[in-house]
């Protein structure tokens, strides 16, 4: 048996910050992973360069049931914050793409990064300890199949419950009904979405094709490519829109955003009447989405479309109303929304306010960050919280 000021489960992003945090402040701290290497997440991310934070953060890029409770942390610890840590381990980084930042080489940089500053902190990194039970009394008992460990603290750093290939567990939601707090219903999020019937035949015969549309679901709107599969539909817009998509509703899509397909195709007929329908479309679209969406209309000029016709292709151009019957779950889920109900937790600490000791963050806690680094900010931002408050 051993004690430490402070057991930290997890050795992910917010794990790993929260121990390097706290370390710094001259607590013990025991940090535990149940898989044999620490961060398999990072490694995997951003196609192995690891999209590791953005420039344009901010509490409007996260879904919660409190949207305000991501405030506080965010502006504690920001992108900027990280991004410094970064630059002083002279790690090579560059912005893709809507100020998504990657390294310029290996996820592993940023693993190692943490991994040192760990080591410098004296955190007490123990790999490969699965956990067999929690109790608490005056203080938390961990046991694993590797050893006891006692501290005033535990912090629950252990993940969601997407990738299950990458050890992810439900052991937080265990210790929240341990521990008596509520949970949202965990569902993946970034997560491509599946079709049946017509549609499916549609997206099977254009797998491969990727396009930029705008997709809205709701009042929520994401304009970026999306992929047809084999399954369905993939891609960034498809993957930020499943966030916010539920079974049983719609999508409408927009495969010409600034472009009034009406007086595109009107237009057109006037200036182009001997074009077949998909030769005019192949000019804004992919040749295949071209002829798919001209279906039934290949034999004809565009001088002897109807008006009924022409608006009919246009609606679909504009506002393409499509109907997922389920995402493509755990398995392909980037993140994991929902999680431990932020009701239950100090947005300044990550602390349970009624189980003092107890701390929850990154992935666990009901906040889900869009595409394109804001989840790995939450486990940097959520982290330092809960390190600086231990």
Not at 43 to 48: M, N, R, Y
């Amino acid at each position: 048996m051993e004690t430490f000021d402070a057991v930290i489960v997890g050795a992910g992003a917010a794990g790993m910050m929260c121990a390097l945090v706290a370390g710094n402040r001259g607590r013990r701290v025991v940090l535990i992973e149940h898989l044999e290497h620490p961060g398999a997440k990072i490694l995997i991310s951003g196609g192995g360069r690891c999209n590791f934070t953005n420039l344009e953060v901010s509490p409007e890029c996260f879904i919660s049931a409190n949207p305000h409770f991501c405030k506080s942390a965010l502006s504690r610890y920001t992108q900027h914050d990280f991004i410094a840590m970064v630059e002083r381990h002279r790690i090579r980084f560059h912005e893709k793409t809507l100020g998504q930042l990657f390294c310029d080489g290996s996820a592993r940089q940023i693993v190692e990064m943490l991994l040192a500053e760990c080591a410098a902190a004296a955190v007490d990194l123990r790999l490969s300890h699965r956990i067999r039970e929690v109790t608490r009394s005056d203080r938390f008992r961990i046991e694993t199949d590797r050893g006891a460990f006692i501290a005033p603290v535990l912090v629950i750093a252990s993940g969601g419950l997407s990738i299950p290939k990458m050890g992810a567990t439900g052991f937080a939601y265990e210790m929240a009904n341990r521990f008596g707090l509520p949970v949202i219903e965990p569902r993946p999020g970034l997560v491509p979405l599946k079709f049946r019937g017509k549609m499916l035949e549609l997206c099977r015969s254009l797998t491969g094709v990727s396009v930029e549309a705008a997709v809205t679901c709701g009042a929520r709107t994401f304009r970026e490519n999306i992929l047809f599969t084999h399954r369905g539909l993939s891609g960034p817009a498809i993957l930020q829109i499943s966030s916010y998509w539920r079974g049983g509703h719609t999508l409408s899509i927009d495969l010409l955003p600034g472009i009034e397909a009406d007086a595109f195709l009107r237009e057109r007929r006037r200036t182009r009447p001997r074009a077949e329908p998909a030769n005019v479309l192949a000019e804004v679209l992919p040749s295949r989405l071209a002829h798919a969406l001209a279906d039934g209309e290949s034999k004809v000029t565009m001088a002897n479309v109807s008006d009924r016709t022409l608006t009919a292709i246009a609606e679909r151009l504009n506002h393409w109303i499509v109907k997922p019957v389920e995402s493509e779950g755990w398995s392909r889920a980037e993140v994991t929304a929902g999680g431990i109900d932020t009701a239950a937790l100090s947005s300044k600490t990550m602390e349970a306010r009624e189980v003092p000791g107890l701390f929850v963050i990154g992935e666990a806690v009901d906040v889900t960050g869009w595409l394109g680094g804001y989840n790995f900010q939450w486990a940097w931002s959520s982290g330092w919280c809960a390190g600086q408050a231990l």
